[in-house]
């Protein structure tokens, strides 16, 4: 190369150029260097012009460079005086611009530099950085092997683990055990480039708990860009649900399958017994039909709460009574003594379809007629304090007889409208899961097969729309015609022509691997699409179905299928044009197979 294409060359590069002469101290330590030659580019990016710099040293142009926190001095000393080359990103005070810089050494003493200004990609860099930060969503970037290259700290915040931690870290080594082999298909699915959306795993916590991820993922050559969010809760709400709508779609003949907490919200009831007791003065608590609580008691009084209760026998005698007095009654509420403290106390039963699901309960109060020895004579039964219980019992309300039935009365309005608000919700979790079950079968039926349960034409159109990339190339379509169908159903009947199909579908599935695509296309016609599959492979495909299909008879008649296939090897390939090829080899494979399906020797 002549000086002037050199110099030609330097004259219109884009990037900035300078050649400098190491200046060293007495002990032959760098102490400076000098400007020797720059290009435009150079002029252009520093703002520092070849006439007024040349010959100059660095501290002279810029004196202010002494004081930068990155020591260029020392650096390019370093490369002048020991040679190598360095390719680094570096801010610059003095001239407050970010650079990319290759600097080497053409010979001993001198270094040369080439650099760009990557200010405004710095600048982009940290304010997607500063957004990477801020958001409240998990935000990944992992490579193609499974490793975290960049995490957010919402990471940290939700499942404990610092950034520094995830870093070179595989994300499946967090992943629910239960959940790592459909983790690992989805790491496929992106690996020949596919996106996915609103994919859920658990992920595993720094405390050892689990955490329901969501997550949408977007591949982009070698790595895959992430967005992910915390959806424990809601999955806690939604299993919640899925448990409710199984207790209450569970047969309502068989009481002991029917959960009160599942048909009433708790939360709603316990507001409503709370306001009950505060507006009557009563005290209050549902249970289950033996007496086991089911709220939180409302107004309890000391004597119920803090003493009997506290007590093996005390509390033992509780729940009886609590069963007792809380029995179905079609006549109105029970009212009695409390069957261990002697106090009025009332019931009323809650039904679903008349079946006794639980028991609200009212009173502790007392009327004149309660007589402080037989709380005396109750405490020594029960091993409570004596003179405690005293204290306790006078803290007791006083309420009489009259007041207490009207307000048991109330009790059993509220308890019959709770049954029947039960009931109807019963009846209608029962109708939303039919109607859900109905739509399962819906959309399965829209996309398979009634007859052998395989994929359905439509299915197949839609996934060899997807499936038709580069990325799964070689794709080959496998067709399958079953022979004699037509002879099967007019001779022996059309059952035993839906036995063969059916038979057949199960044959071609057995031997088809899993991401592989099975469909009937209508009739007897068969389809198999192959992603990544080579012609090669289908030979042995085939043979192995045909010996199954050996071994298979319906009504004493042989099971014989007709193949062809054609495999799409090029992008610029019409896959319809494929498809049409691979029926044609089937058609004539048809021609001389279709009379394998005769009577077989006995």
Known sequence: MNDAMYQSILEHAPMGYAYHKIVCDEAGKPCDYEFIEVNPAFEKLT???????????????????????????????????????????????????????????????????????????????????????????????????????????????????????????????????????????????????????????????????????EWSSRPQGKLVYAAARDITDRKKIEQRLERRMLELTRPAEDTSTIDFSELIDLETIQRLQDQFSEATGVASVITLTDGTPITEPSNFTRLCRDIIRKTVRGCQNCYKSDAAIGAYSVDGPIIKRCLSGGLWDAGAAITVGGKHVANWLIGQVRDENIKESQLVAYAREIGADEDDVLRAFREVPRMSIQRFEKIAKLLHTIANQLSNMAFQNLLQARFINEKRQNEKEILYLSYHDYLTGLYNRRYYEQELARLDKKENLPLTLLLGDV???????????????????????????????????????????????LPRTAGSVIEMMIDKIKSLAAAEKVGGLAVSISFGYETKNNEAEDIEEIFKRAEDDMYRHKQYESTAIRPRPK
């Open 47 to 213: 703002g520092l012009f070849g006439a007024k710099i040349l010959g100059k040293r660095i501290t002279e142009v810029l004196p202010e460079i002494v004081n930068d926190s990155f020591d260029w001095i020392r650096f390019y000393g370093d490369i002048a005086l020991n040679g190598g080359k360095k390719e680094f990103d570096q801010y610059t005070a003095a001239l407050n611009i970010w650079c990319r810089v290759l600097a080497y050494a053409p010979k001993k003493g001198f270094f040369i530099t080439h650099f760009i200004d990557i200010t405004k990609e710095k600048t982009q860099l940290e304010e997607l950085n500063n957004f990477f930060e801020l958001s409240l969503d998990f935000l990944c970037i992992a490579d193609m092997d499974g490793y975290f290259v960049k995490t957010n700290r919402a990471w940290e915040e939700v499942l404990g683990y610092s950034c520094e931690e995830l870093i070179r870290t595989k994300y499946l080594d967090f992943v629910h055990p239960d959940d790592v082999q459909v983790t690992r298909e989805v790491m496929n699915r992106l690996n020949e480039q596919n996106p996915v959306v609103n994919f859920t795993n658990r992920y595993r916590a720094k405390d050892g708990t689990y955490h329901w991820i």
């Open 483 to 529: 022979n004699g169908l037509k002879f099967v159903n007019d001779t022996l009947g059309h059952l035993m022509g839906d036995e063969l199909l059916i038979k057949t579908a199960r044959i071609i599935s057995q031997v088809c691997r899993k991401d592989d695509i099975v469909a009937r296309l209508g009739g007897d016609e068969f389809i198999v699409i």
